[in-house]
């Protein structure tokens, strides 16, 4: 049986980023850019004015009070085709272009308009202030972002600002999810004797969702072989096959002999973990296929564990894992395994330190400790208790994140 960092290992080692793909600027927010992007502007594309106010010649003011000649009003959006000259200013607003001959921009709150056409300035103004120089931000076919950058609504905003309408980004993985066991009916019916709702179908879906991978649910198919294998046929066409259930040691769990079947490659089939240790992991030509066990908790716990991180490497992310920090124990806890422990914790910031509550739990089955926690607390396979107070590894899903506040 291999470690939880071994199998981490395998599957990053047979994983590969994706080819890239051109989507709308609109749908490219918290995906890798694929591409090196360049400006087609300069920006600004000319001097500009930061403020509302008069544009005039800063020597014609150094002895103010001075009153100038006012010869035009430029708004953003138009050209001034005049010249500044000697004695004069001209009325000018935010993002609005110098014209030539000015060399400063005095704001309007220090100067007051007269009648005759004229403005009296009240203060003198050094040369070039209130003028962002053209280019100033950035030059026409220079390289404003690499590829490899995450595209946060700020680099949205520079993408926009250079035109590119549409960018290639690394492609996100279309991911087949597809539930066994004969017990299984779907959510909207009522289990009858012995039957079970599948729910992994619906959590796995918002964990490939919630990466930013593309779920494709595949339904629930029966324990009998044939139809297992061309379920696991359909979902070998996608980058990536989640498969929950029937990878024990069952009468009736028969993945890894239809893998065999199918030539999928398998790396292996137990994992030091608990919970989560008959998971399956192998490959068939480029898609990686993950037999998750059917115990609801196992199945999301190993998504996070060895999925999660194989669709980041392949979406282009730099980091693959979710963060895991120290945090101090908020209560006693008793690890009752000898495998390395995810077990599900609520972890929170007080007085700004972490602490995890490790949540009591009936095991893997039990779907409501899952749903509160927000973290895993990972306690090795040679240590049993945890005493209030002690040093606790933690590993932050994304809930941590907005359920802190
Ligand atoms: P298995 O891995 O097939 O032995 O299933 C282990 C346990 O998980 C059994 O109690 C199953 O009923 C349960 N289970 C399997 N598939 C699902 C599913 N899609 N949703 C909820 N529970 C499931
Ligand atoms: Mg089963």
Redo the contacts with the bound molecule.
């Keep these: 049986m291999i470690s939880v960092q071994e199998a981490i290992d395998i599957v990053l080692n047979q994983t590969t980023v994706s080819t890239p793909e051109t989507v709308s600027v609109l749908e490219a927010g918290s995906y890798i850019l694929a591409e090196d992007v360049y400006s087609d502007i300069a920006m600004p594309p000319f001097d500009k004015s930061t403020m509302d106010g008069y544009a005039l010649r800063a020597e014609d003011v150094a002895n103010a009070p001075a009153i100038l000649e006012v010869v035009g009003v430029i708004p953003a959006g138009s050209f001034p085709v005049f010249e500044i000259r000697a004695g004069q200013a001209a009325k000018i607003m935010t993002g609005a272009p110098i014209p030539s001959g000015a060399n400063a921009v005095q704001i309007v709150e220090k100067t007051e308009a007269l009648e005759n056409g004229k403005v009296r300035v009240l203060a003198q103004i050094a040369p070039r202030k209130n003028i962002s120089p053209q280019s100033e931000i950035l030059r026409v076919n220079e390289k404003v972002l690499p590829r490899g950058t995450y595209i946060t609504p700020a680099v949205i905003g520079v993408l926009a600002a250079v035109g590119k309408d549409r960018v290639e980004i690394c492609r996100r993985p279309r991911v087949a999810i597809l539930?066994?066991?004969d017990?299984?009916v779907e959510i909207d019916q009522k289990p009858q004797a012995g039957q079970?709702?599948?729910?992994?179908?619906y959590a796995l879906y918002h964990q490939v969702r919630g990466c930013g991978a593309l779920p494709e649910p595949l339904g629930i198919a029966p324990d009998q072989r044939n139809i297992l294998s061309a379920g696991i046929e359909k979902g070998l066409k996608c980058d990536v096959l989640l498969i929950?259930?029937?990878?024990?040691k069952?009468d009736l769990?028969f993945v890894e002999e239809v893998f065999a079947q199918l030539e999928v490659t398998a790396f292996f089939d137990a994992v030091n973990i608990k919970p989560g240790k008959p998971t399956v992991f192998g490959k068939k030509a480029d898609a990686l296929v993950f037999g998750l066990?059917?115990?609801?908790v196992s199945a999301s716990t190993i998504f996070e564990v060895l999925v999660k991180p194989a669709l980041r490497k392949m979406m282009g992310f730099a980091q693959y894992q979710n963060l895991r920090l120290t945090a101090t124990a908020a209560n006693d806890f008793d690890s009752k395994t000898r495998r390395e422990n995810y077990t599900p914790a609520w972890t929170f910031i007080k007085d700004d330190k972490l602490y995890t509550e490790l949540l009591s739990s009936r095991g893997s089955?039990d779907i409501l400790a899952f749903a509160w926690s927000n973290s895993f607390a990972v306690i090795p396979g040679e240590r049993q208790q945890i005493q209030r107070g002690d040093a606790v590894k933690v590993v932050l899903r994304d809930e941590f994140w907005v359920t802190n506040k």
Excluded at 196 to 201: A, K, L, M, T, Y
């Design positions: 539930v066994t066991g017990e299984l079970i709702r599948n729910s992994n179908g929950s259930g029937g990878v024990s069952g769990d066990p059917g115990n609801p089955s």
